[in-house]
């Protein structure tokens, strides 16, 4: 069996879900509380801080508590190491479907 990081597989897992993607993206526009997210994706404050301790588990989300308020930003993770592996299958999977054209070619011509 083929195993991945860890940090690989735990980035993955954060950004499958849309809800935790649409979190990264309003948080790429600036900071936001908690209870605005929560807003935001009408959604339970319980919810909401699940959603986070995924996205902060895969270091993709940070979060900082201010008095009673949990403000969240952007983490310090990129995933480049993520895009580097979605390129690599992607030339895997272009190369088969050229061999598999010329090969349909071929056969046409036939």
Request: one cysteine or more; proline letters at 3%; hydrophobic letters at 40%.
């Given at each position: 069996?083929?195993?991945?990081?860890?940090?690989?597989?735990?980035?993955?897992?954060?950004?499958?879900?849309?809800?935790?993607?649409?979190?990264?993206?309003?948080?790429?526009?600036?900071?936001?509380?908690?209870?605005?997210?929560?807003?935001?994706?009408?959604?339970?404050?319980?919810?909401?801080?699940?959603?986070?301790?995924?996205?902060?588990?895969?270091?993709?989300?940070?979060?900082?508590?201010?008095?009673?308020?949990?403000?969240?930003?952007?983490?310090?993770?990129?995933?480049?190491?993520?895009?580097?592996?979605?390129?690599?299958?992607?030339?895997?999977?272009?190369?088969r479907f050229n061999r598999?054209?010329?090969?349909?070619e071929r056969t046409n011509?036939?």
């Open positions: 069996m083929v195993q991945y990081s860890p940090d690989l597989d735990s980035a993955f897992a954060a950004v499958a879900d849309p809800t935790r993607r649409g979190i990264l993206e309003r948080l790429g526009r600036g900071t936001a509380s908690v209870t605005e997210l929560a807003g935001a994706f009408e959604m339970t404050l319980t919810g909401m801080k699940k959603h986070l301790n995924v996205l902060e588990d895969a270091r993709l989300v940070t979060t900082r508590k201010v008095g009673r308020v949990r403000t969240c930003q952007v983490g310090p993770r990129k995933l480049d190491r993520e895009a580097a592996w979605i390129e690599k299958y992607q030339r895997t999977m272009d190369a598999l054209e010329m090969l349909l011509k036939d």
